[in-house]
């Protein structure tokens, strides 16, 4: 039978759309079961597993690892993955790259990209419509990080032979722009809504399904050292995001006995293999390598009360370190509803020559850098060094308009940024979606020197 029909959720038969439970928290141990009695008590690896279930143990850092950074869960499943791990082939990439991957020859300068059409003339899941558009740093030796855009107006299980994916480069965050998406993974279902975000381990299986129609999104794969909160620093024990507000799936699980693919990217390249079950049969878990999403409305912005602008650092809501302390591997930062208040200050963002890398995106609403001209499942990117900034618009009224308490809302745009310079591909150095003209932007900047 089909997932997206019947769902076993917490031992119990559900509709189609049901409520899916969470365990809130951030970098919690969890305990969940779909099956009561499932979960063994005490003991990890017992010599029979309840229910006759196999014990597995997935690692996401090396068993040495400090206690606070060390991520392991055990996974209580109907056959282990090594029944999951035979006949692989290699099969083509499409669009998909993993780094390194110098593939353009564009130049180091402003780039920015319309968004990626949703095809209405094919049927096409997440798998056929992931594309790369950047690349940096090295998977093999886990560093870096490449962005991508999805579309997708089918659903992964409903192919006619049921398709999922696995990625042992890198760990995925998921960011909705169009439609919600639903993440059925081993652990259990995530339904992502434009405005929230999922985080998708390194190594862990999972399927990408639709919930109100065609989606589009953007996705950080992330190839180096696991996304977490940032430290607040002198801001204290409140504020930007909370970890109570980050929410993990209880355990569901499929006991699907057909013919399914299981899709493995490893080393930057693709393979394939034909299984006769589902490998979403996790019945129980316990354990800290999980994953979760969040809702970026939940955020709580800090900024100036006085005057002066603040770096974008601020709103950093997950940070991958780097062996450099301070500068990242990868800052996922957002741009969200907000009070401006300060006074005597160039309010807009200003212009800025960034050693770091900036990949933006918008989710929705107008980002006030540059109206009209980036829109929502748009993306942009300024390399390390290139000069970037408000256009002529933006410019003038920030520096003209009546300075009183505003809110900007009605807005969210986002930025993965890395000490890494990104790579543009051949598939996003060609597209007709490139916007040629973006750096006429500031061609209406004019002088305004007054010699004294």
């Known amino acids: 039978m089909k997932f997206e029909e019947h769902i076993l959720l917490g031992g119990h038969m559900e509709a189609a759309r049901p409520h899916y439970g969470y365990m809130s928290g951030f970098g919690n141990t969890f305990s969940t079961e779909a099956e009561k009695g499932a979960l063994p008590m005490g003991v990890n690896s017992p010599q029979r597993p309840p229910m006759g279930l196999y014990g597995e143990q997935l690692s996401g850092t090396a068993f040495t690892a400090p206690r606070e950074t060390n991520t392991r869960s055990w996974l209580y499943r109907i056959l282990p993955s090594v029944k999951h791990g035979t006949g692989f082939e290699e099969v083509a990439m499409g ?69 999922y994916f ?53 996705i950080c794969e992330n ?17 930007l995001a909370n970890q109570r507000d980050f929410l993990t799936p209880v355990a569901a699980y499929e006991d699907i006995q057909t013919e399914c693919e299981l899709f493995c990217k490893t080393q930057g390249r693709l393979y394939k293999t034909k299984l006769q ?11 800290n390598y999980v994953p979760y999403k969040y809702d970026l409305q939940r955020f709580a912005p800090v900024g ?55 990949f933006m995106g918008l989710i929705y609403g107008e980002y006030d850098a540059k109206p009209g001209g980036f829109v929502p499942g748009g993306m942009s990117l300024h390399n390390s060094l290139v000069a970037h900034g408000p256009n002529e618009e933006a ?4 520096t003209n308009t009546k300075l009183e ?15 890494y ?21 500031w061609n209406d900047l004019k002088r305004n020197f007054v010699r004294p």
Not at 395 to 398: A, F, I, N, Q
């Open 95 to 163: 669009n998909l790259r993993t780094a390194p991957a110098v593939e353009s020859s564009l130049p180091s300068m402003q780039l920015r990209w319309q968004p990626v059409d949703i095809p209405d003339d094919k049927e096409v899941d997440f798998l056929d419509g992931l594309a790369t558009i950047t690349t940096c740093g090295d998977a093999r030796m886990q560093a870096g990080m490449a962005s991508h855009s999805f579309v997708a107006n089918t659903s992964m299980s409903e192919r006619d032979t049921p398709r």
């Open 166 to 218: 696995q990625n042992s480069d890198g760990e995925m965050l998921f960011v909705p722009q169009h439609n919600s998406i639903k993440l059925c993974t081993e652990f259990g279902i995530l339904i992502v809504e434009p405005k929230e975000i999922a985080v998708v381990p390194k190594g862990c299986k999972f399927r990408v399904d639709l919930v109100d129609g065609p989606v589009r999104g953007y």
């Open 223 to 239: 190839y180096g050292q696991a996304l977490t909160l940032p430290e607040r620093g002198p801001i204290g024990a409140n504020c």
């Open 277 to 287: 079950q589902s490998p979403l049969d996790v019945v129980a878990w316990h354990g």
């Open 304 to 358: 100036a009360m006085l005057f002066d602008h603040p770096d974008p650092s601020i709103f950093t809501v997950l940070t991958s370190a780097s062996k450099t302390p301070g500068t990242a591997n990868i800052d996922f930062v957002i741009f969200p509803d907000r009070w401006l208040v300060m006074e005597d200050t160039f309010r807009p963002p200003w212009y800025h020559v960034n050693v770091m890398s900036e």
């Open 395 to 398: 410019y003038d009224k920030g």
């Open 405 to 419: 308490p505003v809110k900007l809302s009605g807005t969210m745009a986002f930025m993965f940024e890395t000490r």
């Open 421 to 441: 310079v990104q790579n543009p591909t051949a598939y996003a150095s060609n597209l007709d979606m490139i916007d040629a003209n973006y750096p006429d932007d």
